[in-house]
């Protein structure tokens, strides 16, 4: 049996990433995870990632084992490939949360059963699941032409989104400010899958007639001795009603959470009619059980 590892959502093909979308609007109708386990390596704390990825194996019949980075000592008591080889003998899939992508990397190329990114420095590809679920849900399955705005730091939440906005036909734009832009590998990622990112530092005009707005915070888990200077280089990126309107009629407002109110965005954005973070966070759970399901089918040759 082939083994398949999801380490950003470009691994998947345009038609692979439906699949798995279609499963996640779906329930199992066995338990394809029956008897077996799923390790769930958490280097960086994590409310929603472990709470979507514990439940969405449950569903499929498996058994969740979660572990704090600290508890198993990733290269430090034994390497990230020994640990992938020995957790492969336990469990049918292992996801990992960790602060290097090369850490999850690693453990792909020695584990016998698939690795799913759950987030690393790099890529944040459940979370770009569940952004197209949630968009799906919201506008239907023909996102092709629609447009995505990001306002804000081009980090590994944009990273994923964009891609996975480029896999399903939606055009990208991001508003951020100089020096935190996409990088050019991650530009000429985008342009191989066909796509392109209108890079801009107006976010009126990466918002101008969106159908999508998406943002993140401005000083992510590891980044707090930055604050500062990153709250001064933000400035006049929150998205706020008046940018909002700036959107196409129908747009709808997302964010992977948790959120800073008044920072990256206002109150009354967030918790507004144009909102999907709820539904956004609850379709974590879904995206990874589409996800899993599609990764350990027992029939994948």
């Not at 401005?218 to 001064?232: A, F, I, L, N």
Request: net charge negative.
């Amino acid at each position: 049996m082939t083994v398949r590892h999801l380490l950003e959502v470009d691994d998947l093909s345009p038609a692979e990433l439906a699949e798995v979308l279609d499963l996640a609007e779906v329930t199992p109708p066995a338990r394809p995870l029956e008897g077996r386990g799923v390790a769930l390596l958490f280097e960086k704390p994590s409310a929603r990632t472990r709470n979507a990825t514990e439940m969405a194996v449950v569903q499929l019949g498996g058994h969740p084992v979660s572990m704090r980075g600290e508890e198993v000592g990733v290269d430090g008591r034994e390497s990230a490939e020994d640990l992938a080889r020995i957790l492969s003998g336990y469990h049918g899939a292992i996801g990992a949360r960790v602060f290097a992508h090369s850490t999850v990397a690693r453990m792909a190329a020695a584990a016998g059963v698939p690795v799913v990114n759950l987030l690393s420095d790099r890529a944040h590809p459940t979370q770009a699941l569940a952004d197209l679920l949630t968009l799906r849900q919201h506008f239907g399955r023909g996102l092709a032409g629609r447009q995505l705005a990001w306002v804000g730091d081009a980090n590994n939440v944009f990273a994923s989104l964009s891609l996975a906005a480029t896999l399903v036909g939606m055009g990208v734009r991001a508003a951020c400010p100089s020096g935190f832009g996409p990088d050019d590998a991650h530009l000429a990622r985008v342009r191989a899958l066909g796509g392109d990112v209108a890079v801009t530092t107006d976010p009126a005009e990466a918002v101008a007639g969106a159908h999508v707005v998406s943002t993140d915070v401005w000083t992510s888990m590891g980044q707090e001795e930055e604050s500062e200077t990153r709250r001064t280089a933000f400035a006049g990126f929150t998205v706020d009603a008046p940018l909002m309107a700036g959107a196409g009629p129908d747009a709808v407002f997302l964010h992977c959470l948790p959120v800073h109110r008044g920072e990256e965005v206002a109150a009354e954005v967030v918790d507004g009619p144009q909102s999907l973070v709820w539904a956004q966070a609850t379709n974590r759970m879904h995206a990874v059980r589409g996800l899993l399901w599609f990764l350990t089918a027992v029939d994948r040759g």
